[in-house]
Nanobody
Framework: QVQLVESGGGLVQPGGSLRLSCAAS????????AGWYRQTPGNQREMVAI???????DYVESVKGRFFISRHNAKNTMYLQMNSLKPEDTAVYYC??????????????WGQGTQVTVSS
């Protein structure tokens, strides 16, 4: 059974930093593409950062240079370091892993989400 458990969210002032963690069980981050998404009320979930099995990263334009995705293979944990936070970064952040089943089918796993609020 696959479980993704996020932690590290909270309330932070503009300009501050937070580090989100996602601990996985039942699936290995190192061999799949994984990432962080976020969602605000009334909006679709958007990709924030992804990390492929070969270490390639990609970020949504609005967080480039401020957010950094990484993983610790031995701990099977993925991180999102968020710096210079802005009020518009306020959202529920979700951990995600995609496991390919066939060339055209995938299984998507999601964590339960962690709230990040940026406010003075």
């Amino acid at each position: 059974q696959v479980q993704l458990v996020e932690s590290g969210g909270g309330l932070v002032q503009p300009g501050g930093s937070l580090r989100l963690s996602c601990a996985a069980s039942g699936i290995n981050f190192r061999i799949y593409t994984a990432g962080w998404y976020r969602q605000t009320p009334g909006n679709q979930r958007e990709m924030v950062a992804i990390l492929t099995s070969d270490g390639t990263t990609d970020y949504v334009e609005s967080v480039k240079g401020r957010f950094f995705i990484s993983r610790h293979n031995a701990k099977n944990t993925m991180y999102l370091q968020m710096n210079s936070l802005k009020p518009e970064d306020t959202a529920v952040y979700y951990c995600h892993v995609r496991r390919p089943i066939t060339r055209v089918q995938n299984i998507d796993y999601w964590g339960q989400g962690t709230q990040v609020t940026v406010s003075s």
